[in-house]
Structure formats: C-alpha cells, structure tokens
C-alpha cells in the first residue's frame, strides 16, 4: 500500500500597546469519498485528497491559513515605527468525508480515522497560531532609524516574517515525520481502518 502524505541594521523597540487576544477563525472543509470498507474508503482518499507540495503529493488532509495584518506606521524624528499590528487569521482544515452514509462498524472506524487524522490537524493549527504570535511580537513597535518613507522598515519585517515563517514549516514536518514514522500514530489510523480494527 502506498503511503499517503499529510498533510510560509539596527534596530530598537519602542513601547507599544498590548497585544490583543488572537482570536483566529478555524474553518472545517470536506472532500467526498466512496467506499463500502475500510480499504475502499482509504483507497478514494488516495485518489481524491488534497494536493500538496511542489510535489503535487495527494494527502489524507491538509491545514492551511490565510493571515492578513492591520498595520499603522508612524514616523518619529526620522525613525519609522510599526505602532499598530494586528493580525487576522483563518485557519483551514481539509478532511474526507464520504459520499454516502455508512453503517456499522465501517461506519465507526471511518469515525474514529477522521477523529484521530483531525487531531494531528488540530496541532498544525496550535503551529500556525504560535507563528502568527511570534510574528506580532517580533514586529509591533519595531523601529528602523532613519527611515522617513518607511521603505527600510517593511524589508526588515520580511526578513522577520521569513525566518518565523521558516521555522513554523520545519516544525510542521518534524511533528509529520514523527506522526508517520513507522509505529506513528497515522499509520495505525490507517492500519485500523483498512483492517476494520
């Protein structure tokens, strides 16, 4: 069987207001797939999950997130400073679901697959969340001298934003690796579900 893959100078700091509460949107999203049995049904999510990678790699589920900022820059005596940084985020889920209603015991272990695969979504969203902290507070009342246009400031903060966003992906594939590692936790989702167990 073959396995399935689950599834962005110097400086000084000014005191700036408190952070608010993050607040972020999850959103579950559904695929359909067909099947009778545990293996029928894994079978379809081989053939209908989402695409993912450069690799255009098919995964049992996928979390993604949209994040926009409400930014305010002001100019003190020639410094630009980022005064306001809020962050908006929507985080996306992708999980199968069947077409047709199933019963009996295929029906609780398709349940009980989907439970656990969420699951290991749900902590990509926990990643997510902590990036988007890390990116708020790395960022607001930041200051670059000598910056009046505040051009300087915005290459520095993708600077930021990159290395954060860097680290959130190698954690997302560290948590992967260990959750699809032989023995791991996926592959005895799908081990109970294709064997009915």
């Not at 999510?45 to 820059?73: D, E, Q, S």
């Not at 990116?135 to 934003?161: F, H, N, Q, S, Y």
Request: glycine share 10%.
């Amino acid at each position: 069987m073959k396995p399935l893959v689950l599834a962005a100078l110097l400086l000084t700091a000014l005191p700036a207001a408190a952070a608010q509460p993050l607040n972020p949107v999850y959103r579950t999203v559904t695929y359909p797939v067909d099947g009778t049995s545990g293996i029928q049904l894994y079978e379809s999510i081989g053939h209908r999950g989402p695409v993912i990678g450069k690799g255009k790699i098919r995964a049992i589920a996928h979390t993604g997130f949209r994040l926009t900022w409400t930014r305010k820059y002001e100019v003190v005596d020639g410094a630009c400073v980022l005064s306001t940084a809020v962050p908006k985020l929507v985080i996306t889920t992708t999980l199968p679901k069947p077409r047709r209603k199933l019963s009996g015991p295929v029906a609780e272990n398709f349940a009980r697959f989907v439970d656990g695969i969420a699951r290991h979504e749900r902590y990509h969203g926990v990643l997510i969340e902590d990036m988007t902290r890390k990116i708020e507070a790395a960022t607001r009342g930041l200051t670059v001298p000598d910056d009046p246009g505040c051009t300087k400031i915005k290459a520095v903060m993708t600077e930021r934003l990159g290395a954060l966003s860097q680290e959130q992906q190698q954690l997302s594939n560290a948590f992967d690796a260990t959750e699809m590692a032989p023995g791991g936790t996926i592959e005895k989702l799908v081990l109970a579900l294709v064997n009915g167990g």
